[in-house]
């Protein structure tokens, strides 16, 4: 149990244009969902976290206005990369938490976004 | 300012022996720190923890290690098997703003040779 899928695995799009990245909890009800960033070599990064129903709360640094996070239903959270560029390329990966600690999360297997 | 730190990228044992795997920090307000192994194409999923206030946790062939004067700890696996080739994150805990944070190091690739 406590399956997480992503989708797309892989996207490349043109600079400029906007990628939705979706997460979702197969097989349980995720209250709270993250989005991470990993760079190469670098570590994972925590982007925002999104609560079902309220506004996602982001890291410092990270523009809300570039990286949409909607967390509509229990199961389903999407990360809209708006007005994308080459320096937005990397590995965004999400996990979920139905409740209880924060390493009672469960990853989704990440996305690799390239932008050209 | 990298608060997880894991200066080993890649790590090669042989199977049957001890694995070592080590992560330093550098905030003193983490409460919990954990271990997550992951496979190519999957994401990380959690592999042991371990609280600020304990020096050991262990669970089957995994152990781990925190040594806080020091604000090391160490993943040890024993024995080591080839199943358990994968990349390693070290994460650590904070509370901050009501909601709880994990902050993860870059990862040591493992691999056990058969």
């Known amino acids: 149990g406590a399956v997480v899928s992503q989708h797309p695995s892989r996207v490349i799009c043109k600079s400029g244009t906007s990628v939705k990245i979706e997460c979702r909890s197969l097989d349980f009800q995720a209250t709270t969902m993250f989005w991470y960033r990993q760079f190469p070599k670098k570590s994972l990064m925590l982007m925002a976290t999104?609560?079902?129903?309220?506004?996602?709360?982001?890291e410092q640094g990270v523009e809300k206005d570039k990286f949409l996070i909607n967390h509509a239903s229990l199961t389903l959270s999407t990360l809209t990369v708006t007005s994308a560029h080459p320096e937005d390329s990397s590995f965004y990966i999400c996990s979920a938490r139905a409740s209880g600690r924060a390493w009672e999360q469960y990853f989704g297997p990440g996305t690799r976004l390239t932008v050209t | 300012d990298q608060q997880v730190k894991q200066n080993s990228p890649s790590l090669s044992v042989q199977e049957g022996r001890i694995s070592i795997l080590n992560c330093d920090y550098t905030n003193s307000m983490f409460d919990y720190f954990l271990w997550y192994k992951k496979y190519p194409a999957e994401g990380p999923t959690f592999l042991i923890s371990?609280?600020?206030?304990?020096d050991k946790n262990e669970d089957g062939r995994f152990t781990v290690f925190l040594n806080k004067s020091a604000k090391h700890l160490s993943l040890h696996i024993v024995p080591s098997q080839p199943g358990d080739s994968a990349v390693y994150f070290c994460?650590?805990?904070?509370?901050?703003?009501?909601?709880?944070?994990?902050?993860f190091g870059k990862g040591t690739k493992l691999t056990v040779n058969p």
């Open positions: 994460a650590a805990r904070r509370m901050q703003g009501g909601s709880e944070k994990l902050v």
């Open positions: 999104s609560n079902e129903g309220s506004k996602a709360t982001y």
């Open positions: 371990i609280s600020s206030i304990k």
